[in-house]
């Protein structure tokens, strides 16, 4: 049984459809990457699973419950937080109180579940006083995605996370990904570099015009000619 299964998903903003009959899956431990043009409904598809967006038909399940129209509040009780490409972080705050911002629903001690984040994200503990809004895009986006793992979620949904970013802070938010993985939670992201996530990812799913294109493991997706002319740059 998959850890995270959308299902057959149809959804959208008011009347307009974006997505038209969606299937993706997420395997314990996996990194799953979705690929595909703009305006493809990759956004789209996180949002309907995190509830942020009501399915009009299809069945979203995370570790065989039904999740399908749950509101995120209860969603992130239930093991799945989910990182927004834009306004993911407090500039105001501190990088500590950001992350404790993220455990808002937990009572008793912090201390056991920030140093976890410290110790993946090492270069955050030297900087858990500054305030975030005085950080570099790549420092906000670990953040970000750290303030997400201090409710040891199951599955870690990430919309573009190296969107805006230099070249040098990619790698370095790729980087913090895998370490993100290799701490045994799954992770189904949204990215548009396409060649480097696919690089890193067990698998992918290509969605155009907000139906599965196609989908095999992140390697099969690199060596085929046709989603190289179309999303790979040749």
Not at 3 to 24: F, K, N, P, W
Not at 86 to 92: E, K, L, R
Not at 142 to 167: F, I, W
Not at 171 to 199: C, P, T, W, Y
Request: proline share 5%.
């Amino acid at each position: 049984m998959p850890l995270l299964e959308a299902t057959g998903i149809r959804s959208g903003y008011g009347d307009m459809e974006v997505l038209h009959g969606v299937d993706v899956h997420l395997e314990a431990g996996e990194l799953v990457t979705i690929i595909g043009p703009n305006g493809a409904g990759k956004s789209t598809l996180l949002k309907t699973i995190f509830g942020l967006l009501k399915a009009h038909a299809g069945v979203v399940r995370l570790a065989g419950r039904d999740i399908t129209g749950t509101p995120p509040h209860r969603i992130v009780h239930w093991g799945m937080c989910y990182v927004p490409q834009v306004d993911n972080v407090f500039p105001s705050l501190t990088v500590e109180e950001n992350l404790e911002m993220g455990a808002f629903i937990l009572r008793g001690r912090l201390a056991p579940r920030l140093e976890r984040v410290y110790s993946l994200f090492p270069a955050l503990a030297a900087r858990r006083r500054q305030r975030v809004g005085k950080m570099s895009g790549g420092e906000r986006q670990m953040v970000a995605m750290g303030r997400a793992l201090m409710l040891d979620p199951k599955v870690l949904l990430l919309d573009e996370p190296t969107a805006a970013l230099a070249p040098n802070l990619v790698e370095q938010v790729f980087q913090s990904i895998l370490a993100i993985k290799d701490s045994g939670v799954a992770i189904l992201m949204v990215e548009q570099n396409a060649r480097h996530s696919l690089s890193i990812s067990d698998r992918g799913y290509v969605l155009v015009d907000g139906r599965n294109r196609c989908h095999g493991t992140g390697q099969q997706l690199l060596q085929d000619e046709e989603i190289g002319r179309m999303f790979l740059g040749g």
